[in-house]
């Protein structure tokens, strides 16, 4: 079958560094996506990764080994607009895209 | 550009009666769909269109109807509302819906339903 698991909440400081997680299982996968939602609002694409190894952009990276089944977000110099939801999301076999329920990030002053 | 514009943005409905979602993109996507979120759940996709004149079922289709007859349009019906579909219901589109390369999807803001 196919499943997908990431924390449901985080807590972390301004101006530190916290890493989401995300694992999964699939027979077919076509990559890996992160996006990030605030509270009320629409998601917005983040990142994507189809091959192993880390994809920096900015403060945020996301790094994928396709052999274990995760994926984590890591991100720097953490702001008070972090606060938000991340999404992790995986793409089977038929381009259907599978997603975690989310990991509420809380940043502490 | 507009984006991907979702109306309306909150709805009340009782039991039983029926009601549209509309969605429109300006993006030229060939890809459409819509999803629902729910509390400590993933989004979970109800209905999806690879081009106009073209649907399939998602993961939860039942009691949703949908229709694309422009690559523009992809409004979402519900037959006959109950409890179970409130939610918060997301329309987003991509450029394509089988390249994964191209599938980054752009989101609308979102139509908060309640069913009384």
């Known amino acids: 079958g196919q499943n997908i698991d990431q924390p449901t909440e985080m807590t972390a400081t301004e101006g530190a560094i916290v890493q989401i997680n995300c694992t999964y299982q699939?027979?077919?996968?076509?990559?890996l996506f992160w996006y990030q939602q605030h509270a009320g609002e629409a998601p917005t694409f983040l990142s994507y990764?189809?091959l192993d190894g880390l994809e920096e952009k900015g403060r945020f990276s996301s790094f994928l080994s396709r052999s274990k089944g995760y994926s984590y977000l890591l991100l720097k110099e953490l702001q008070m607009k972090d606060s938000a939801s991340y999404l992790c999301?995986?793409?089977?076999?038929?381009?259907?895209?599978?997603w975690g329920a989310g990991t509420k990030l809380i940043i502490k002053p | 550009n507009a984006g991907v514009t979702q109306t309306p943005k909150f709805q009340v409905l009782k039991t039983g009666q029926s009601m549209t979602l509309q969605c429109a993109q300006d993006m030229n996507h060939e890809y459409m769909s819509w999803y629902r979120q729910d509390p400590g759940m993933g989004l979970r996709l109800i209905h999806y269109s690879v081009g106009a004149g073209i649907t399939d079922q998602g993961e939860v289709p039942n009691g949703y109807n949908v229709s694309r007859s422009t690559t523009e349009d992809f409004p979402l019906r519900l037959l006959s509302a109950a409890p179970s579909q409130t939610s918060v219901y997301f329309c987003a589109s991509s450029y394509s819906g089988s390249s994964s390369g191209a599938n980054v999807l752009t989101f609308g803001a979102g139509s908060r339903l309640t069913v009384l």
């Open positions: 999301a995986f793409m089977d076999s038929n381009y259907q895209l599978i």
């Open positions: 699939t027979s077919g996968f076509n990559g």
């Open positions: 990764n189809v």
